[in-house]
Nanobody, 129 residues
Framework: QVQFAESGGGSVRPGGSLTLSCVGS????????IGWFRQVPGKEREGISC?????????YYSDSVKGRFTISRDNAKNTVYLQINDLKPEDTAVYSC?????????????????????WGEGTLVTVSE
């Protein structure tokens, strides 16, 4: 019964900033890598960032968001955050978080983005003038 609840989405102007939150429940949150994904209707879901469970959480970013997005986690709150800066219209999407519940304790999460399949419902980010 792995569950996620995403929040923090909204309508933002290009260049603006936003912080998304992902609260996990139903599992030992601190043992799992957590990923952020985004999806536009008609397009494939894109893994954009993830954080593993070691040394406070080691991050990964896709090329499309690297330098603009920052992922972090607070295990005491069962929460992963995604700080987004310099938002662009192409960032418009539903953002969701997920984990691969078959791989607790994975050292580096980049390779798990393709296997994470326990999803939240997502939060909508709209970037427009």
């Amino acid at each position: 019964q792995v569950q996620f609840a995403e929040s923090g989405g909204g309508s933002v102007r290009p260049g603006g900033s936003l912080t998304l939150s992902c609260v996990g429940s139903g599992f030992n949150f601190n043992y799992y890598s957590i990923g952020w994904f985004r999806q536009v209707p008609g397009k494939e879901r894109e893994g954009i960032s993830c954080i593993d469970s070691y040394d406070g959480g080691r991050p990964y970013y896709s090329d499309s968001v690297k330098g603009r997005f920052t992922i972090s986690r607070d295990n005491a709150k069962n929460t992963v955050y995604l700080q987004i800066n310099d938002l662009k219209p192409e960032d418009t999407a539903v953002y969701s978080c997920a984990t691969d519940r078959t791989r607790p304790g994975a050292y580096y999460c980049a390779g798990l983005l393709s296997t994470m399949d326990s999803w939240g419902e997502g939060t909508l980010v709209t970037v427009s003038e």
